[in-house]
């Protein structure tokens, strides 16, 4: 029996699942709010406890989530009892060497990119998943696991990719990784693992620094070995062809938003592409593409919608911002976010305010700390990015009143963190 300590995270749901597909036995315990990680759980069946040390026996192996530390009571009690001990990373990546392993890493477009490769490798080929919005499926005869991979503190080097994806190598987790060339060499470590090839993103200038054997580049710039042209954005989604290595490898009408969106699709006809899968089925498979969880989550009321999406680095937030403009050319767009991290907010106030003057109006919520403390970052909170912001308000979870005035909008929600409340209350008064 697999124990999990911290099972509703997104990460670890979703391998829990797998693991049970693959018929393995599975628990867990977690704090007793509930997450929408756990449908999952409670659709396989999956035992969930609160924490407690009594939960760990003699006969369980554990899994640990990487937010518990040692000093966790079932944590402790595990090393008392001389329990096998695996982290989440080293736990997938013992899954990642019995299939033919597409890995996404990048530092935006992982969830969008690994939703859509398993879309479409599952209904071609057979594929088991597992995605960072808590998403994970196996099926013991699949030949195929689609992995989202993380970079941060290198969990991604656990794996064995047959294919490494690559969206794009930027600054971030700035709790751990030094500077940009800390970043590059992370990466560099991962693509030495592909055993096959590395496919990245050819229009960002750091792949380009990657010393690999064999490595394919996408993107929509002329050198690239796969390539977007006659692009369309329109208001019903993104339009273009194919071309790679120099051959037309189909048109593609795809219902994504933004130059971003289309390179994350590039990345998966990439793989399709080198996989020699038919091009028009990719197509029509790609077509149905419904987003991934908490990515451009649209909720209609009235002439209001209301978007619920990760962003939380100002790549990303850049990155939405143009694709609801794009869907949405003749709405004002109101953007309520709640910073994450202290370091991340101290360290991209600037290009966060940069991308904030594009809207309408901008209302942010108190930083939410995650694995920080506020103590440690005295001077800093959300006002830092508020200073000299002429559209700029602050917001409490309990105040959707403060939204309510606007029509005819779009409500553009950005975290990482859970800001339901907040967004189920604005439907409910615009209701």
Known sequence: MYHFIGIKGSGMSALAQIMKELGYDVQGSDVEKHFFTEEGLVRLGIPVYPFDENNIKEDLKIVQGATFKDDHPEVK???ELDLEIYTYSEMVGILTKKFK???????????????????????MKGS??????GTGYANKENEYFVLEACEYQRHFLDYTPTY??????????????????????????????????????????????????????????????IIAKNIEYREDGTYFDVFAEDNYYGHYELPIYGKY????????ISVCYYERLDAKEVSRILKTFKGAKRRFSETVVGENIIIDDYAHHPAEVRAT??????????KKVIGIFQPHTFS????????????????????????????????????????????????GHKIDMDKAELLNPYENAVFLFMSPND????????????S
């Open 77 to 79: 009690r595990a090393k």
């Open 101 to 123: 392993t597409i890995t996404v890493a990048g530092c935006h477009g992982k969830t969008t990119t690994s939703s859509m490769m398993a879309l479409v490798m599952n209904e």
């Open 128 to 133: 088991n998943y597992l995605i960072g919005d």
């Open 164 to 225: 490494a994806i690559i969206t794009n190598i930027d600054l971030d987790h700035v709790d751990y990784f030094k500077n940009i060339d800390d970043v590059v060499d992370a990466y560099q470590s991962y693509a030495s693992k592909a055993e096959k090839m590395v496919i990245a993103c050819g229009d960002d200038p750091y792949t380009h620094l990657l010393e690999v054997e064999t490595i394919f580049y996408y993107g929509l710039s002329e050198d690239n070995d």
């Open 261 to 268: 969106m289309l390179l994350d699709a590039l990345a998966v």
């Open 321 to 330: 911002i143009k694709a609801v403009k794009q869907k949405y050319p003749n």
């Open 344 to 391: 991340r907010t101290k360290e991209f106030k600037d290009d966060l305010k940069e991308e904030f003057e594009k809207l309408d109006a901008i209302y942010l919520l108190d930083i939410h700390p995650a694995r920080e403390k506020q103590e440690d970052f005295p001077d800093i909170t959300s006002d830092i990015i508020l200073e000299g912001l002429e559209n």
């Open 419 to 430: 800001l339901s409340k907040l967004e189920n209350d604005l439907i409910e008064l615009k």
